[in-house]
């Protein structure tokens, strides 16, 4: 059939095709080539994906534990930094209209997330991007979509001053800030060897601090660690299709993802090329429709998906994956199989870790909000 030609190149995939049959028929024939192929290969049929198949715990190695901290030696971490970086998270005053927070985008109760297709920001002006999770971020080689910034303290300067999400910028940040003796003060504390501690740079660094202690474990995790019957049967034959269906050349490590750029329609151009990714940053061939892999943790909680968010419905997300990136077209049980896999990536959040803080009043040096939308005519709209 078409796919085994597309197989042919992708020899970790190749075990599945034998099995499956093609576009998500559900009687697909059990394992119809597996005869002559290691008992593993049966993995991707419909049958297996339903009865209990053990997983080799060597193949785990690609994955790994949430570690417990992220550290950064350019950005040392302290209580008082943490929580200074807590409060300008939830600060709306550092946006132009004060209505805009990084919480009102990257919520902390629905998974770092808003839940919609692309972020409404200043002036309910709409970017072009869907807002990722800024749970485990910092784990993230790269930050943005397109890998534009480097780390999670550059990152966060960067939506302060967008246009089309906060709107502000450096001198009315400083002087909202300094306006507030008890955010003055923070600032000295967080950033004892600095003359002029209220700056952008340290408003990034200071939330940086902050997004670095959003890091949730889960059953995943116990499962990682040894624990077999974190997992159920069901969620185990899921992260079988995953792994036999090669998904976990992009999406491995702490975050399941997060720790690459790879092309979007690596192996069937993807449909929609009006992003091009990287390309949009570097102007360079090679980089068009690179994007970041995500993170597949708590993935059933952030729909919708994509840079654009153009998928609602996480099982759609999978089969396009499988067929763009992988070149399978898998059927319905697998389809469902691996969505009960991303399922058990999903983590209890504390709730003291989404709590909003107390923050500092106004004075009447503050500067007042300014509702006037902001041109956005050639703008940066990417978002962040
Ligand atoms: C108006 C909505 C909006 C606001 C406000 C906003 N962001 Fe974002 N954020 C986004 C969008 C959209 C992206 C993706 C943009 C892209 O990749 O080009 C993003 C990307 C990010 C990323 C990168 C995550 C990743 O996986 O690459 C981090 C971290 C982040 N934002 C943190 C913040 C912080 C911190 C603030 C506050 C200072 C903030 N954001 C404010 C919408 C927003
Ligand atoms: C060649 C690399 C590659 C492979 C293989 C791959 N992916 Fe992806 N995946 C990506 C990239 C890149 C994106 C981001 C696409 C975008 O920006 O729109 C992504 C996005 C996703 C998303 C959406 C997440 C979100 O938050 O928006 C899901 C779900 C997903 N992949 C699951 C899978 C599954 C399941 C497989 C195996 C069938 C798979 N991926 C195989 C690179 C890959």
Same mark, same amino acid.
């Given at each position: 059939?078409k796919?085994?030609?597309?197989?042919?190149?992708?020899?970790?995939? %190749?075990?599945?095709?034998?099995?499956?049959?093609?576009?998500?028929?559900?009687?697909?024939?059990?394992?119809s080539g597996?005869?002559?192929?290691?008992?593993?290969s049966?993995?991707?049929?419909?049958?297996?994906?339903?009865?209990?198949?053990?997983i080799?715990?060597?193949?785990?190695?690609?994955?790994?534990?949430?570690?417990?901290?992220?550290?950064?030696?350019?950005?040392?971490? &302290?209580?008082?930094?943490?929580?200074l970086?807590?409060?300008l998270?939830?600060?709306?005053r550092?946006?132009?209209?004060?209505?805009?927070?990084?919480? #009102?985008?990257?919520?902390?109760?629905?998974?770092?997330?808003?839940?919609?297709?692309?972020?409404?920001?200043?002036?309910?002006?709409?970017? &072009?991007?869907n807002?990722? %999770?800024?749970y485990?971020?910092?784990?993230?080689?790269?930050?943005?979509?397109?890998?534009?910034?480097?780390?999670?303290?550059?990152?966060? #300067?960067?939506?302060?001053?967008?246009?089309?999400?906060m709107?502000?910028?450096?001198?009315?940040?400083?002087?909202?800030?300094?306006?507030?003796?008890?955010?003055k003060?923070?600032?000295?504390?967080?950033?004892?060897?600095?003359?002029?501690?209220?700056?952008?740079?340290?408003?990034?660094?200071?939330?940086?601090?902050?997004?670095? &202690?959003?890091?949730?474990?889960?059953?995943?995790?116990?499962?990682?660690?040894?624990?077999?019957a974190?997992?159920?049967?069901?969620?185990?034959?899921?992260l079988?299709?995953?792994?036999?269906?090669?998904? &976990?050349?992009?999406?491995?490590?702490?975050?399941?993802?997060?720790?690459?750029?790879?092309?979007?329609?690596?192996?069937?151009?993807? %449909?929609?090329?009006?992003?091009?990714?990287?390309?949009?940053v570097?102007?360079?061939?090679?980089?068009?429709?690179?994007?970041?892999?995500? #993170?597949?943790?708590?993935v059933?909680?952030?729909?919708?998906?994509?840079h654009?968010?153009?998928?609602?419905?996480?099982?759609e997300?999978?089969?396009?994956?499988?067929?763009?990136?992988?070149?399978?077209e898998?059927?319905?049980?697998?389809?469902?199989?691996?969505?009960?896999?991303?399922?058990?990536?999903?983590?209890?959040?504390p709730?003291e870790?989404?709590?909003?803080p107390?923050?500092?009043?106004?004075?009447?040096? %503050?500067?007042?909000?300014?509702?006037?939308?902001?041109?956005?005519?050639?703008?940066e709209?990417?978002?962040?």
């Amino acid at each position: 059939m078409k796919r085994a030609l597309v197989f042919a190149s992708l020899s970790v995939l %190749t075990v599945l095709l034998g099995c499956g049959d093609s576009g998500g028929q559900k009687t697909a024939p059990a394992a119809s080539g597996s005869a002559k192929k290691p008992a593993a290969s049966a993995a991707g049929s419909a049958k297996a994906a339903s009865g209990p198949k053990p997983i080799d715990r060597k193949n785990l190695a690609v994955f790994e534990q949430l570690p417990k901290e992220s550290k950064s030696d350019k950005n040392p971490a &302290t209580p008082a930094k943490v929580a200074l970086g807590r409060q300008l998270y939830f600060d709306t005053r550092l946006s132009k209209n004060h209505d805009v927070s990084c919480n #009102t985008c990257h919520n902390l109760e629905t998974y770092g997330v808003d839940n919609k297709p692309v972020s409404e920001g200043h002036g309910k002006q709409k970017g &072009t991007r869907n807002s990722p %999770t800024v749970y485990g971020a910092a784990l993230h080689t790269v930050q943005f979509w397109d890998g534009r910034a480097a780390d999670v303290e550059e990152q966060a #300067t960067g939506p302060i001053v967008n246009p089309v999400e906060m709107a502000a910028d450096e001198k009315r940040v400083v002087e909202t800030l300094t306006s507030i003796p008890e955010y003055k003060k923070a600032f000295e504390e967080s950033f004892p060897d600095e003359k002029e501690a209220v700056t952008l740079v340290n408003v990034g660094k200071a939330i940086g601090a902050f997004e670095r &202690t959003l890091l949730v474990s889960g059953k995943w995790d116990k499962y990682l660690a040894g624990d077999d019957a974190a997992l159920s049967q069901d969620e185990k034959n899921g992260l079988s299709v995953f792994m036999d269906s090669g998904c &976990t050349s992009c999406h491995g490590g702490a975050m399941v993802g997060g720790n690459m750029l790879m092309k979007l329609g690596a192996v069937k151009p993807w %449909t929609d090329e009006k992003d091009k990714g990287k390309f949009e940053v570097t102007k360079d061939e090679k980089d068009k429709m690179f994007f970041k892999v995500p #993170t597949l943790r708590n993935v059933a909680k952030t729909a919708p998906y994509f840079h654009d968010g153009s998928v609602s419905d996480l099982g759609e997300a999978v089969k396009k994956m499988a067929f763009h990136q992988n070149g399978l077209e898998i059927s319905a049980d697998e389809i469902k199989a691996v969505v009960a896999f991303l399922g058990a990536l999903t983590v209890e959040i504390p709730a003291e870790m989404t709590k909003a803080p107390e923050l500092p009043k106004s004075t009447p040096k %503050t500067p007042k909000p300014d509702p006037a939308v902001a041109s956005a005519a050639g703008e940066e709209k990417k978002g962040g």
